[in-house]
């Protein structure tokens, strides 16, 4: 199957600084990504999806100005948490949708996950 | 609303024998249905997916899930449970057509050697 890595796999950094995550797909192009947060035993919330070359979609109650997305290529999206604060702490994953194939429906490959704690 | 629910916040079996995991959707129409493991470290691994068709439907690992209309379930089966099972499942769906994912809470299943 297809397969998305995620950079770095953990990280811990000072309040208020920012933390750049990337996800990337290694061997097809990802024409959407998501990027979703998930709680200690908790879902997977989606926070926003992500297209190539626009700007991306948030959902209710996720502020874009912290989390700032880009998705610069079609192997390519990057999660900026800027001025980061303990209550950021989580576990950060991405997915990538890759083109759609006639009448096989949608799939979704994810990430291993980025750990963020913010001290 | 839409929604999943998995009512079984942690489960745990013997190893070799069977087990149900269940999951029960809301939409208003017929989603497409997912299963997903998660072990720690890795990312999530699509187990099997429902979009149309046989109500049954065979995965990977050995798992097979059934949909049921009438009762809006999408219940994962496995007749026999390996230690290697041991991780987070989480059920998931999306509109068809759509690509946005709506996950359930997961089921933590532990398996006693």
């Known amino acids: 199957g297809a397969v998305v890595s995620q950079h770095p796999s953990w990280v811990i950094c000072k309040s208020g600084t920012s933390v750049k995550i990337e996800c990337r797909s290694l061997?097809?192009?990802?024409?959407?990504m998501f990027w979703y947060r998930q709680f200690p035993k908790q879902s997977l919330m989606l926070m926003a999806t992500s297209n190539e070359g626009s700007k991306a979609t948030y959902e209710q109650g996720v502020e874009k100005d912290k989390f700032l997305i880009n998705h610069a290529s079609l192997t390519l999206s990057t999660l900026t948490v800027t001025s980061a604060h303990p209550e950021d702490s989580s576990f950060y994953i991405c997915?990538?949708?890759?083109?759609?194939?006639?009448?096989?429906?949608?799939?979704?490959?994810f990430g291993p996950g980025t750990r963020l704690t913010v001290l | 609303a839409q929604s999943v629910t998995q009512p079984d916040i942690h489960i745990t079996v013997s190893e070799g024998a069977s087990l149900e995991l269940r999951c029960n959707y809301s939409?208003?129409?017929?989603?497409?249905l997912f299963w997903y493991v998660q072990s720690p470290g890795q990312g999530l691994q699509l187990l099997l997916k429902y979009f149309s068709g046989d109500t049954l439907v065979q995965g990977i690992k050995g798992f097979e899930a059934e949909f049921k209309r009438s009762q809006s379930s999408f219940n994962l089966r496995k007749p026999s449970v390996h230690w290697s099972d041991a991780a987070e499942y989480f059920c998931?769906?999306?509109?068809?057509?759509?690509?946005?994912?709506?996950f359930g809470k997961g089921t933590k299943l532990s398996v006693i050697p």
């Open positions: 998931a769906f999306s509109g068809a057509g759509s690509y946005q994912l709506t």
């Open positions: 997915s990538a949708r890759g083109l759609p194939k006639a009448g096989a429906g949608d799939e979704q490959f």
């Open positions: 061997d097809f192009q990802a024409t959407t």
């Open positions: 939409y208003g129409a017929t989603p497409y």
